[in-house]
């Protein structure tokens, strides 16, 4: 059986995040696929978009911009984005994803950790498979020493991280461990940042 993450409330995280700026990963993302040409727009996929920001950056650097959410209170926000740039958002539990538009960019943002293992695997599939070459993959995911690492979800070792990035050009992948907080409250966290490129 598979986890779904609509089991999950993400109403008041996402709601607490409408004045962030956009995260590192999705700059970063950017800047290594190098920005769109005016003659072709290029794809991305944004995996657990919250209310946007990230997409809206992604759009307004010239790409056509899918983006999926488990949580119905943003679609209203993604609505509106989609009205202004060329945003098209799908509200659905990411574990029901089974294949994805082709895409020149792939980011998810500390989405993919929330599901049950045999939910990520299948999701993690339909991203490689939904890459064209050349194109560059951007992930937050959880180690296995982080504290949410007792609940259901995907944490995983190093060596884990490393197969699942077999046969891709690897241009980032920083592990780290340190005390901060969560929107919950207190937490350790343990987290790899990818960023890599398909051949």
Request: aromatic share 8%.
């Amino acid at each position: 059986m598979q986890h779904s993450s609509a089991e999950r409330d993400f109403s008041g995280y996402n709601a607490a995040q409408a004045e962030r700026s956009v995260r590192p990963l999705a700059i970063a993302a950017v800047d290594a696929a190098g920005r769109a040409g005016e003659v072709s727009r290029r794809t991305a996929i944004d995996l657990g978009c919250g209310r946007g920001i990230e997409a809206r950056f992604l759009a307004e650097s010239g790409y056509e911009v899918h983006v999926f959410d488990v949580d119905p209170s943003v679609a209203p926000a993604l609505g509106m984005l989609a009205a202004e740039l060329p945003v098209h958002p799908e509200i659905i539990d990411l574990a029901e994803i089974e294949d994805l538009p082709g895409a020149d960019l792939v980011l998810a943002c500390a989405a993919l950790p929330f599901l049950r293992r045999d939910a990520f695997d299948g999701l993690w599939s339909a991203a490689v498979a939904a890459l064209r070459p050349g194109g560059i993959l951007a992930v937050d995911l959880f180690g296995v020493h982080d504290d949410w690492a007792t609940t259901e979800g995907t944490y995983l070792t190093r060596a884990e991280v490393e197969r699942l990035l077999a046969g891709f050009e690897v241009i980032e992948l920083a592990e780290e461990q340190h005390d901060g907080r969560s929107f919950s409250g207190p937490k350790h966290w343990h987290t790899f940042r990818i960023l890599a490129r398909r051949p």
